[in-house]
Nanobody, 125 residues
Framework: QVQLVESGGGLVQAGGSLRLSCVAS????????MGWFRQAPGKERDFVAT????????YYTDSVKGRFTISRDNAKNTVYLQMNSLKPEDTAVYYC??????????????????WGQGTQVAVSS
């Protein structure tokens, strides 16, 4: 069905920046709301950011507001997560997710239908 492939993770010092990318397969990318989640070792997979399919409205978890920016390029079937001012607590595997059901902004794991394999982000002190 829909395949999502994340890239751009890596090791960065605190205060640094990374840009994650997620490329989706298929011809219906523009109909999906897209989200980013992250999972630290021993922790639950938590919501980070989402971007609507039509309006471009974005929403972020409180801990990343002002530091992270989600964007999308429908012509490239790609969603991005620009991460600035990174902190050690941002260390996690970051997952891209697609929501195919039309509706309001979604922040729960079970509201998304397709997931990428994850990309590791490690922020050193």
């Amino acid at each position: 069905q829909v395949q999502l492939v994340e890239s751009g993770g890596g090791l960065v010092q605190a205060g640094g920046s990374l840009r994650l990318s997620c490329v989706a397969s298929g011809r219906t990318f523009s109909t999906y709301a897209m989200g980013w989640f992250r999972q630290a070792p021993g922790k639950e997979r938590d919501f980070v950011a989402t971007i609507a399919r039509n309006t471009g409205v974005t929403y972020y978890t409180d801990s990343v507001k002002g530091r992270f920016t989600i964007s999308r390029d429908n012509a490239k079937n790609t969603v991005y997560l620009q991460m600035n001012s990174l902190k050690p607590e941002d260390t996690a595997v970051y997952y891209c997710a697609a929501r195919t059901v039309y509706g309001s902004i979604a922040t729960r794991r079970d509201e998304y239908d397709y997931w990428g394999q994850g990309t590791q982000v490690a922020v050193s002190s």
